[in-house]
């Protein structure tokens, strides 16, 4: 790589893979659990997204927001309806290895909130959108880590 | 990303729409522009933002294309201004958890940023052969 290619280029930002980028060990819930179950989880442990296990394998991914809405606006029984009601099961599973910046890009392109990811068939870690936003910003701060100081 | 300022990641967003507006009003809007986001302004002022998500979602649970824009919409939308840092508005938005930030300008609503918008900006720093955005980003 050219001076001018560290310098200049954006690849001049690292890029780790997905297993170092992750939140790794995620809350996991099971499919036939109530709605009203994985909300108190969500909401006591600060996070959005829950992978959907079956048998200790990923089935789908339920998103905060699904519950929310359903809640508020559908007035479902959360304390009857089950996780298995308002999951995705189009869930995106990808190993260890994989690189953030190709997570990213298909996340993108099919507009994905989270990236599950998988190590020989079991979940070990969750990448969502905000793990994006929290590692672009802690990237302008190593950039400028004076900035705010002085 | 030294340098990145927002307006060069989100999404230009033109098209408003009024809180009292149908939802089928606004997927119409968002398809005849091909956007997913439009921020919803009532005399000038902004006062919400509505997502094709949360449209998605008010269809699957209450068949309700007739309803109203503001009993969908998020009334509490991030805004920021084009020439904000990116690192800077990704951090807020972390911090927060907003989804989402409205690019206004002066009074004028000029764009949308995401969290997709920030995948996007991740996947393009290291672009794939078969990138769907092929031309590239220099740096500053």
Redesign the interface.
Known sequence: MTTKER???????P?PTIGAAMTAQPLTIGRDQKLSTAHEMMRENHV?HLPVLEHGEIVGVLSQ??LY??ET??G?DVDKDRVDDAMSSDCYTVPPET????V??T???R?L?SAIVVERGRVIGIFT?????????????E??PTEKAS | MTGEQVYRWMTPCPQTIAPDATLFDALSTMRRFGIRHLPVVDEGQLVGLLSERDIAFAERFLEARDACVAAVMNREPFMTVPYAPLAEVCDVMAKKKYGSAVVVDGASVVGVFTAIDALRVIAEQHPRNDSLHPVAHRGE
């Open positions: 310098v200049r280029h954006p690849a001049n930002e890029d959005r927001r699904d809405f359903l606006i559908a479902v690189s953030v910046s190709e990213a890009a996340m993108a392109e507009h909130g959108a905000t793990d994006a936003l929290r590692l672009l910003g802690k990237r302008g701060k950039q400028h």
